[in-house]
């Protein structure tokens, strides 16, 4: 295993292009389907994904993530141990282009007992010049009690822990279990693409219910890792989420799976004081958001996904800040943000793919925070082109797999504007929201 590395600070542009690139790279290569749980249940990846690779569950997978992973075709134990490996071509409209393996990945995925089982995966990402760094990524370790009957009706009830808010979603729409977030300069603690973002910062616990195979309840709390345990952990100290309390999370959805179609709509939830820096004010944040998610699954020949998010979130800021542009004058001591994510999909024969996506992130103008022009705005779109031949019941290779992907990224705005983006004086030639567009091809394997 690659040794762990700490990741050096950032700082101006850099870090909000280095920002924007994670983000890009997260987008692409992430979630994808876990072999050690194809083998387990005997399934082939494409029973529990709508496209063979992943990400997007199918109403299977959505109940086996909620029955804890422990779903067996009662085969005896398997090694509940999966692999990625991604190879990718990038080429950003400015700057060098580069090919090289740029993540490979060890999950530990499966069951421990009928009530206990898990997810964790351990990542490298490629940092340029023959380095790697090492991190602890997503983990998701349940138990549950399956079987139950309340009021005549079937019911499961489970506890999590993990270390991301929103990760633990069965319908896999809200962007810590999507992966698709917006990058920029602002964003909601709920979105993994935000500045400081919570995402495997933290580590909190939540009681999950599902009744009567529609209703999907889930309430938890939360607490931010030290910063030594991250820097331990493969995290750079300069994206610590700052101290948490008082933290709540709730997530409730309805869904109806009819079978050839399957809908859901939700809500989502996250309080909390936030000390940013460490020993500052507490700020106020609380978080809520709705989502709609819609999949058209057929004889699974042509499959459409379509799901939409909007989180918004409202701060009252604990530390107030001199305004430059009113001498004497101090800025305002509230603001929001928003996050939107809209995508549409459809795989042909779960092989054949494309992947349309709009990542918005919006907040209220404030020149203090958000420099150089106090507007954080940011969109960008995402398209995708992938194939995907494995992981399927007439496949070749039904318990691993292999994708291969064509990825434009496309951003149209970035600190609310479309030119000179990052506020470069006269006589200097200034970054356009356009010249951070890219283009990658990768091809990932899975066993």
Partial sequence: MLPFRRRPRASGHAAWCAALMLVLSFVSHTAQAIPAYARQTGSACADCHAGAYGPALTPYGMRFKMNGYTDTDGQGTKIPVAVQLTESHVNPKTGPSDTTLSEGDLYLAGRLTDNIGGYVKVEADHTGHNTYNTRLSNVDLRYVAKELKIA??????GVTVNNSPGFTDPLSVLPNASFLAPGGATGTLLSPGAPNTLTNRVIGASVYALYDKNWYAEAGTYRSFQRGTQDDLGYSLGGDPGKLSGTGYFRFAYMKDMRTQFFSAGVVGLTTKRELPRGAPKDNINDFGYDLTY??????????????????????????????LVPGSLASNRGSARDQVGSVTYTFKQTYG?????????????????PPFGNPDSTINLFTL???????????????????????????????????????PPGVRGTNASDLNAFTLSASIAF
């Fill in 152 to 157: 005549g009706k079937d019911t499961i009830v």
């Fill in 295 to 324: 999949q058209y699954l057929g004889n699974r020949e042509h499959i459409v996904q379509a799901s939409y998010v909007n989180i918004y979130e409202r701060r009252k800021y604990g530390q107030a800040l001199l305004n430059p």
């Fill in 354 to 370: 494309i992947q349309v996506s709009q990542l918005k992130s919006t907040g209220d103008n404030d020149n203090v925070r958000f």
């Fill in 386 to 424: 992938f194939w995907a031949p494995f992981g399927k019941d007439d496949s070749w290779i039904t318990k691993g797999n292999l994708k291969l992907a064509a990825t434009w990224f496309r951003v149209t705005r970035f600190n609310g504007r479309s030119s000179n983006v990052f506020g470069a």
